[in-house]
């Protein structure tokens, strides 16, 4: 079973920065996939960003890219995001995921940690 537990969320003027926080355990971490998600009010949860196991290739959602920046420590079992440039749209509960072995959908999820952007 693997665990995951996010951290680093919080109240932020538009145009600043956070950065967020995915403790994983539970099993090998580096040789897994991990993505980060967002659920704003109303709205469905969406894509925000991924990065495979080794760090080397790294996803977006287009409406991230340019101002979020995933990376990983495999050493410390931890994923991060990087959010540069916040807008008030950008507000929302943020997830960290990881994919079920052999199927590769995300089926381990964060608790959430609550992004808000201030105009």
């Known amino acids: 079973q693997v665990q995951l537990v996010e951290s680093g969320g919080g109240l932020v003027q538009a145009g600043g920065s956070l950065r967020l926080s995915c403790a994983a355990s539970g099993r090998t971490f580096s040789s897994y996939r991990m993505g980060w998600f967002r659920q704003a009010p109303g709205k469905e949860r969406e894509f925000v960003a991924a990065?495979?196991?080794?760090?080397?290739?790294?996803y977006y959602s287009d409406s991230v890219k340019g101002r979020f920046t995933i990376s990983r420590d495999n050493a410390k079992n931890t994923v991060y995001l990087q959010m540069n440039s916040l807008k008030p749209e950008d507000t929302a509960v943020y997830y960290c995921?990881?994919?079920?072995?052999?199927?590769?959908?995300?089926?381990?999820w964060g608790q959430g940690t609550q992004v808000t952007v201030s105009s």
């Open positions: 990065i495979n196991g080794s760090g080397g290739n790294t």
């Open positions: 995921a990881a994919p079920r072995v052999p199927t590769g959908v995300y089926a381990y």
